[in-house]
């Protein structure tokens, strides 16, 4: 891998800083639309990138196949994707599949072969597993056995799109104009500590969990190895992969609301913790010792989704910015007002979110915006 990463980075070097740029958007009746808006406002925020990586997270994407899981696998060869499509025939009954379209014009750097599948598990091997739970242990052994093989997107209805280039750049390659979605989730950059190659951009995925993110996880190694106990393997060498695993452990398996998943990846320190009543200090106590190996040290703030949701969140003491906006029945959230200023010109509203506080959005039949 260390040589396909250093194939992947123009520059030459193991760690190029610059910031990060996060944008998302949401139409909570869920209502579809293009990637003009997302595009735009991703590119708005250039200056903070430096063309290693740019990714793009779209829900409500393939209507059509909507109660399949969507795979998009990356292959770094012909071998690889020879050993990919054994294990998923032998786990899937593969309803589609192709290549995904392309613009080979685009200036994205060294991309690999990539497919896409719409899969359903292959009836009689669920034993007593959730088909959810199913199609995770699926997809970790995939990454994590199939040498040259990334299963970069799993969810229903859903579809990750990402890159080595500049985000706008890697909208064109992917041909993202031809799509619509309901939400848009968006990531200029690259993982502060890590080379550029396809796996490591932004989002990063595991089945309709997406996460981006700007900022560096200083706990990584004991965040790891706490999902590690849970069957879940880091294998994109990134910081930001957690994330994404430690949201679909807590909310999805361990059935926790976001604000309360919010409060043991960000939660308050113990000084406030101290001051609080009897009650409540009990409360996060519990959960600050319980979870403490799920705890994000570091400076972050993130854009998460899933079915019919989407949520920003930065750290406690909120070392990266974000800012959120709501336009009608849309919420924006981003790292910068101007690129939501520059999409949106009625704006009802902007704030800049507390610390450890999720912003939240529900599509409307799912409990509205909040």
């Known amino acids: 891998m260390k040589n396909l990463q250093c194939v992947n980075n123009p520059y030459g070097d193991d760690k190029v800083i610059d910031a990060c740029s996060l944008f998302g958007v949401m139409d909570t009746t869920g209502r579809r639309f293009s990637s003009r808006d997302p595009v735009k406002a991703i590119a708005n925020m250039h200056e903070r990138g430096n063309g290693l990586g740019g990714g793009f997270a779209v829900y409500g994407l393939y209507p059509e196949y909507e109660d399949y899981h969507a795979f998009h696998v990356m292959y770094m060869s012909k071998d690889a994707k020879e050993r990919g499509d054994r294990l998923i025939a032998a786990a899937f009954d593969v309803i ?12 994205v750097w060294n991309p690999p072969i990539l497919w896409r599948y719409f899969l359903e598990p292959v009836k009689g091997k669920l034993d007593e597993r959730t088909p959810d739970d199913y199609v995770m242990q699926h997809v970790t052994r995939l990454n994590a056995e199939t040498d040259g093989a990334f299963v970069f997107s799993s969810g229903k209805d859903m579809g990750i799109f990402k890159g080595v280039g500049f985000p706008e750049d890697v909208a064109q390659y992917f041909r993202l104009e031809e799509y619509e979605g309901y939400l848009w989730v968006c990531h200029g950059r690259f993982p502060t500590n890590t080379p550029g190659w396809w796996g490591g951009a932004h989002p990063f995925n595991m089945l309709d969990w997406s996460v981006v993110h700007n900022g560096e996880l200083s706990s990584y190694g004991i965040n790891r190895r706490y999902l590690e106990m849970y069957g879940y393997r880091c294998t994109m060498q990134t910081d930001t992969e957690v994330l994404a695993y430690a949201l679909d452990l807590l909310m999805r398996r361990q059935g926790l609301s976001i604000e309360v998943a919010a409060k043991i990846l960000a939660p308050p320190l113990w000084t406030e913790i101290d001051a609080m ?18 705890l994000m040290n570091g400076p972050f703030s993130i854009i998460a989704a899933h079915t019919g949701e989407m949520i920003g969140l930065t750290d406690r003491v909120k070392l990266r910015p974000l800012t959120a906006a709501t336009a009608g029945d849309v919420l924006y959230l981003s790292s910068e007002e101007a690129a939501i200023r520059l999409v949106s010109s009625g704006v009802d509203k902007v704030w800049s979110p507390r610390g450890g506080e999720p912003v939240v959005a529900r599509l409307r039949s799912a409990g509205g915006p909040s």
């Open 277 to 294: 009543n009897g009650k409540e200090r009990a409360g996060y106590s519990y959960l600050r010792q319980c979870y403490s190996s799920l």
């Open 96 to 107: 589609y599949d192709e290549e995904v379209p392309v613009d080979p014009t685009a200036k």
